[in-house]
């Protein structure tokens, strides 16, 4: 899969080096010639990344960077800043601005390379999970990235892995104040502790006495514990072939030693702001799948679900012999609740009614809210007469206590009717639904308040 590059440089003969490389290499690329041109092309989403010149008139590139990152539409673009300033002062100032990592001219073609396509893959996972997570809105929830467009970067947990003493002794003491930093000095040690642990991040050594470095980081990569966890490298100015290497492997950045302090500190926070980016959309894309399978008044899971699964569990039943009780409840007059007490009291009696039904059921049996003031329980592995008892145990208990209304001021009785069908001889999920409301209908027909069974 290709990206397109937005090279953005004021100096003509630097914009076409740059398109040529790249084009070369398959990627498409667009380009701009001022900060405020390529703001526009960001905006209008027509890049997947950002090659951005650091030294322009009228607006500079870490302007440029900073509005790019402030931006809720642009945020999530990579910004890889590429300039003639090669000191750890004007990388940490790129850092602060949102700059996803640099390039020093003259631009060496195959770091060029390893780096987009690098933060190509970063783009792809974030746009899936920015696409997924899209629907969020239309539920109601709010953008996640307006949170973490707050986001620091701090009180992270880091795991360093590193054997060498002062080497992870001036990492220690350069993260210790931001964020609760653990120390490991064996490998297989390191991998299980960030397999088990909560941690945040991985910062690795390259220079790992007995041990491959880029070994380690391809197995946090290959457990799906550590594989979103970001990897930081820390690699000796020989070790520039594994570098690109790591970057390959799916390593997320590097520094090269001597290690500055400032910018380890910077490049920590990156990698924590942008996890924290990612988490919160996997966060707000389970949000909503939950949102569209479960009540949202009751907390049941909702008739989309429970069509779902009704198929595949009774097809698992018939397959092994076995048999599941289907069971539909309706709750007696409960328009006579709404039209005498209100929709908030109605609605008061349907959150206490599932809560009941939930106390009253297995742990093994899903219950869901079919619609309204109906309600379905699907009884696996268990026979039309287990059922029978259950089902009356929970009409008893509707019947038995008053149910709060008014925020606890008052209470009013409330019965149930119960429909039950069991699925030996029916393999279609219709057809067992249609026998236990026929049931049901018996049960409103004989007077409610009572529990039928389906005699087919």
């Not at 090659?51 to 990579?78: N, Q, S």
């Not at 060029?112 to 997924?132: F, N, P, Y």
């Amino acid at each position: 899969m290709t990206a397109r590059v937005l090279v953005v440089d004021d100096i003509p003969a630097n914009i076409k080096l740059l398109e040529a490389r790249l084009t070369a290499e398959y990627f498409e690329v667009l380009t701009a010639s001022s900060g405020l041109e390529a703001i526009a092309i960001c905006e209008r989403g027509l890049c997947d990344i950002v090659l951005l010149d650091v030294m322009m008139p009228g607006m500079d590139g870490f302007e440029v960077c900073t509005r790019l990152k402030a931006d809720i539409r642009t945020a999530h673009i990579p910004v890889v800043m590429v300039t003639a300033l090669d000191q750890p002062a004007d990388r940490l100032r790129g850092l602060e601005a949102g700059a996803d990592d640099f390039l020093t001219k003259p631009v060496d073609e195959i770091a060029l390379i390893a780096r987009v396509r690098s933060l190509q893959r970063l783009k792809v996972v974030l746009d899936e999970l920015r696409t997924r997570a899209a629907t969020s809105a239309s539920l109601g929830l709010p953008d996640p990235l307006a949170h973490v467009l707050k986001e620091q970067g701090f009180k992270g947990k880091v795991l360093v892995v590193d054997d060498r003493d002062s080497s992870s002794e001036r990492i220690i003491s350069a993260l210790s104040k931001d964020h609760e930093v653990t120390h490991e000095r064996s490998p297989q040690d390191a991998l299980f502790r960030g397999a088990e642990g909560d941690f945040d991040m991985f910062v690795v050594s390259l220079g790992l006495k007995n041990y491959d470095g880029l070994r380690l980081c391809s197995q946090i990569r290959s457990l799906e514990r550590t594989r979103q966890l970001p990897v930081l490298m820390i690699a000796d100015i020989e070790d520039r072939a594994r570098v690109l290497r790591g970057l390959d492997l799916g390593v997320n950045d590097y520094l090269m030693r001597p290690i500055d302090r400032n910018e380890l500190v910077a490049r920590v926070r990156t990698q924590l702001r942008r996890k924290r980016y990612a988490d919160a959309l996997r966060e707000s894309m389970q949000v909503s799948i939950e949102m569209a399978l479960v009540d949202a008044l009751t907390g049941l899971n909702n008739r989309r679900y429970l069509e779902t699964h009704l198929a595949s569990l009774l097809q698992n039943v018939t397959s092994r012999g076995g048999a599941l009780s289907l069971m539909i409840l309706d709750i007696d007059h409960f328009k006579s609740v709404n039209d005498t007490y209100g929709h908030t009291s109605g609605d008061e009696v349907l959150k206490a009614f599932a809560g009941r039904i939930k106390r009253m059921v297995r742990q093994a049996d899903l219950a869901c809210r079919f619609g309204g003031e109906e309600f379905v329980v699907i009884m696996p592995d268990t026979p039309i007469s287990v059922a029978a008892v259950i089902a009356e145990r929970v009409r008893a208990a509707m019947q038995g206590e008053l149910f709060p209304i008014e925020g606890g001021q008052r209470a009013i009785p409330v019965t149930v009717s119960i429909g039950l069908a069991e699925s030996l001889g029916v393999s279609d999920p219709d057809m067992l639904f249609r026998r236990a409301d026929r049931a049901l209908y018996r049960s409103k027909n004989s007077g409610r308040n009572r529990v039928t069974a389906d005699a087919a």
